[in-house]
């Protein structure tokens, strides 16, 4: 990814269609939190160049082997036992998505799935989500007080 793909006014960032699955470009959307910490990453990283957003310690282009390693050791260190890979990530963060409150429309198109079936892939929820969620949004919940 890019350094100019990321569009700060707009809040996106702009993913060219040879770097998707679909080979269909589209543009995501980032929280304004996000795009706070990642404009501040490209300030921190600037001195090694202007082209690659994310690289290595040393200056070199993250490739898929490297961010696997990084996620293995953050995992190690953080005491968690499961395997963690990148599109585990990609899953954890579309179930947070809906967990908190957003809608599964939209994650649809922010994960650039074109059928909803693979977002509800995306978004299995255990029972205990579902009672959460349910607890949350019960049409009864603002009836009886």
Same mark, same amino acid.
């Given at each position: ?15 060219? /269609?040879?770097? @998707?699955?679909?080979? *269909? #470009?589209?543009?995501?959307? =980032?929280?304004?939190? %996000?795009?706070? $910490? +990642? ?35 953050? /995992?190690?260190? @953080?005491?968690?036992? *499961? #395997?963690?890979?990148?599109? =585990?990530?990609?899953? %954890?963060?579309? $179930? +947070? ?49």
């Amino acid at each position: 990814m890019k350094r100019r793909n990321v569009d700060f006014k707009a809040g996106v960032i702009k993913l060219e /269609a040879m770097n @998707t699955k679909t080979r *269909k #470009a589209r543009e995501v959307p =980032v929280s304004s939190k %996000t795009m706070k $910490l +990642l404009k501040e990453y490209i300030i921190e990283s600037e001195d090694f160049g202007e082209d690659l957003l994310f690289l290595t310690y040393d200056g070199r282009e993250m490739v898929s082997n490297t961010w696997r390693t990084r996620l293995h050791d953050v /995992a190690h260190l @953080t005491g968690i036992k *499961k #395997a963690v890979r990148p599109h =585990v990530l990609r899953h %954890t963060g579309a $179930l +947070l998505y809906i967990m908190n409150g957003g809608d599964p429309f939209s994650l649809q198109k922010i994960l650039g799935h074109t059928d909803m079936s693979m977002t509800r892939k995306y978004i299995q929820m255990t029972n205990m989500d579902v009672k959460r969620q349910h607890n949350s949004f019960s049409p009864l919940k603002n009836v009886f007080r």
